[in-house]
């Protein structure tokens, strides 16, 4: 039977099954600063022994070799982005109290911006063709009663690239129940243009993350996050035309985790809120829940579901072109109001206590009609996406 720390263990790969908001490279309206710490926060400590503990250490070394296909298209069944990803994963304990994990990831892009208001749109004949190469390290010391993490990431297309550094500092109690943790990051970005030569801009972002992570029950661990970032510097899409917005942005959120081992189904159900609010009026909300199901002894099966949904930005106008092109506006449909669902399904293969094998498949279908809290934008046509990959990990 799997136990309690097996269920659990399974919050760890959080971060790595939501490999889609990564794979759409094309949005950055979260800072890489931010989305490094929630990471991080994202993997809620397993249980161990039976007992749910907000803080345990890690004592192997783990490794995963994975590829990730993305691809998205519009009502009408019109093709857009195209995304290949593979990736290598890996993290190691050694020394005793030392902790070193790094990523390596490359995305193959290509395909058409959304319809109109754009120069690398399919109708332009232009299109997209670039790779994304990423990577990040992250090294910790654990001490009794602390731990401290320093991290470096890197991004880089043709036409951005992006550094960004990070320390976090974790704190538990004697009986490892609770446990505390503060985290800094900044970014620097460099924005330049295949269509303008002479566009070379800056962006700098300063993001901070404070929560904490609390034992409920022997069943049950709940964490708490909220995050603050700060933007400065060019915040516009060099490739959308009229696209003229405020040069610093800052964005408020909370993150709210919940994982309950249901002893009856030996299963576990793991539910995500994340709400964000912006200083461009643009408040979105997320809930995301995975159900981890052991098949027999070596099978797992996850599937989940997902709601996302935000209001527009205060200057986004649907006039074009803009008759005053001094004010700011944005016709970028990111920037717009909308709902949006997606459905998944992750299966889990274990071949040996050593070795196993995963593969998923994700669906999301985005409507101006399913958003909450205000109402959609008028003639945003219906945005569809698709996500699948396969992987390999091993512990050692």
């Keep these: 039977m799997t136990t309690?720390?097996?269920?659990?263990?399974?919050?760890?790969?959080?971060?790595?099954?939501?490999?889609?908001?990564?794979a759409r490279s094309s949005n950055r309206e979260l800072a890489p600063s931010v989305r490094a710490l929630l990471s991080v926060a994202a993997a809620i400590p397993s249980a161990g022994a039976g007992i749910a503990l907000a803080q345990s250490a890690e004592s192997s070394t783990e490794a995963k070799i994975a590829y990730f296909y993305y691809d998205d298209w519009q009502a009408g069944g019109e093709n857009r982005i195209k995304v290949k990803s593979p990736m290598l994963w890996a993290r190691s304990a050694f020394a005793e109290s030392w902790e070193l994990e790094g990523t390596f990831q490359i995305d193959d892009i290509s395909g058409a911006s959304p319809f109109y208001l754009d120069s690398l749109s399919g109708a332009s004949g232009l299109g997209i063709e670039d790779k994304r190469n990423f990577g990040d390290v992250r090294l910790s010391?654990?001490?009794?009663?602390?731990?401290?993490s320093l991290g470096g990431a890197y991004s880089g297309e043709d036409d951005w690239t992006s550094n960004s550094a990070s320390l976090e500092v974790q704190w538990w109690t004697e009986d490892k129940n609770t446990t505390?943790?503060?985290?800094?990051?900044?970014?620097?970005?460099?924005?330049?243009?295949?269509?303008?030569?002479?566009?070379?801009?800056?962006?700098?972002?300063?993001?901070?993350?404070?929560?904490?992570?609390q034992v409920l029950t022997p069943n049950s661990i709940a964490q708490l996050n909220l995050f603050y970032?700060?933007?400065?510097?060019y915040t516009s899409d060099q490739y959308k035309f009229f696209d003229n917005r405020p040069r610093s942005r800052d964005e408020y959120g909370v993150v709210i985790r919940h994982n309950q081992f249901v002893e009856s189904l030996d299963a576990s159900l793991h539910t995500d809120y994340r709400a964000l609010m912006t200083s461009w009026s643009v408040a979105s909300h997320t809930v995301d829940v995975k159900w981890y199901q052991p098949l027999g002894e070596q099978f797992m099966l996850r599937p989940k579901v997902r709601y996302y949904t935000q209001t527009e930005a205060e200057f986004f106008g649907q006039e074009y072109?803009?008759?005053d092109f001094e004010t700011f506006s944005t016709y970028d449909q990111r920037m717009a109001a909308f709902g949006s669902f997606s459905l998944g399904l992750k299966l889990e293969y274990a071949?040996?206590?050593?070795?196993?094998?995963?593969?998923?498949?994700?669906?999301?279908?985005?409507?101006?009609?399913?958003a909450l809290f205000s109402s959609g934008t008028d003639d945003i046509s219906d945005f569809h996406a698709r996500f699948t990959g396969f992987g390999v990990s091993g512990r050692f």
């Design 229 to 233: 970032q700060n933007a400065d510097g």
């Design 321 to 323: 072109p803009p008759t």
């Design 4 to 22: 309690l720390n097996q269920a659990f263990s399974c919050a760890s790969a959080v971060s790595r099954d939501s490999s889609i908001d990564s």
């Design 141 to 148: 010391k654990s001490f009794e009663r602390y731990k401290i």
């Design 351 to 370: 071949l040996s206590e050593h070795i196993s094998f995963d593969a998923l498949i994700e669906w999301m279908e985005q409507r101006n009609s399913w």
């Design 180 to 213: 505390l943790n503060f985290g800094v990051s900044p970014t620097w970005d460099r924005i330049t243009s295949t269509n303008n030569q002479s566009l070379l801009e800056r962006r700098r972002t300063f993001a901070w993350l404070a929560g904490v992570t």
